[in-house]
């Protein structure tokens, strides 16, 4: 198990290409080919990261929205 992990994890693909692929997931769009397509080529670490990455990103917007409107209604 430890060596196929290894294995994925030794793919180049470009941070920004996983990002994309993690933002197109979040968004809900995303042709079938496209996405085996990114299930072949990403590192799974880089996908991981990403979506981190990506929720406190869409955390901290929401915080800053809720926090706008309270204040524009007072």
């Known amino acids: 198990m430890s060596d196929d992990l ?3 994890s030794q793919r180049k693909l470009n941070f920004f290409q996983t ?3 993690v933002l197109w997931g979040l968004f809900g769009v995303r ?3 496209g996405y085996q397509e990114d299930i ?3 590192n ?11 929720t406190v990103i869409f955390i901290i917007l929401l915080v800053m929205v809720a926090r706008w ?3 524009s209604l007072t």
Do not use: E, N
């Not at 799974?44 to 990506?54: Q, R, S």
């Open 6 to 8: 290894r294995d994925l």
């Open 19 to 21: 990002m994309k692929a």
């Open 31 to 33: 042709r079938g080919a």
């Open 40 to 42: 072949s080529r990403l």
């Open 44 to 54: 799974p670490v880089h996908l991981i990261l990403g979506g981190i990455i990506a």
């Open 69 to 71: 409107a309270i204040t």
